[in-house]
């Protein structure tokens, strides 16, 4: 499965646009967000893609609103967690990662082949005991590096950088 990675949005509309074209020249079969959209217009542009799944951030504001917004645009909100199956008995955790002891858990649960997270807007790729730990950085404000997404391949457990301002 192909899946597109993405957190801390906060708000850049024209880089979530840019960003979910490429997703779909490529294929992606589904979208992760962990959070951080901060406005309405980010979820209608994400309601345009496919299989879409979304949590939310420390900077999203009003859970109950969100949530009911995300379903009436047929995107797959959960909170505080996304569990999505990848196949062959497999499954992708994702969370915001604000909530140190809930990433903490999906990690050491050793549960998920792919625990995803974002918040510290940081790119991270690491391997934990059998749980691949990725957080894609940020699409906002990055930190040590440049603002950017991923793209995972779990059937050949490749992960692709994309730096936004290559798009």
Do not use: W
């Amino acid at each position: 499965m192909i899946v597109g990675i993405m957190s801390d949005t906060h708000g850049r509309v024209e880089a979530l646009s840019k960003v979910l074209a490429h997703f779909e020249s490529i294929a992606v079969e589904a979208i992760i967000h962990c959070g951080d959209v901060t406005r309405a217009e980010c979820l209608e542009i994400l309601s345009e893609a496919r299989n879409v799944y979304m949590t939310m951030g420390n900077d999203d504001k009003g859970i109950f609103m969100m949530a009911q917004q995300a379903h009436m645009l047929g995107i797959h909100f959960c909170e505080p967690v996304i569990i999505l199956p990848i196949g062959k008995g497999k499954t992708l955790a994702a969370t915001h990662g604000n909530r140190p002891q809930i990433l903490d858990e999906l990690i050491s649960s050793q549960a998920h082949a792919y625990v995803c997270h974002g918040h510290t807007h940081v790119r991270r790729d690491e391997r934990i005991g059998q749980t691949r730990v990725i957080n894609p950085g940020a699409m906002s404000h990055s930190r040590r590096g440049p603002e950017g997404v991923v793209m995972l391949d779990t059937d050949q457990d490749e992960l692709t950088l994309i730096n936004i301002k290559d798009l």
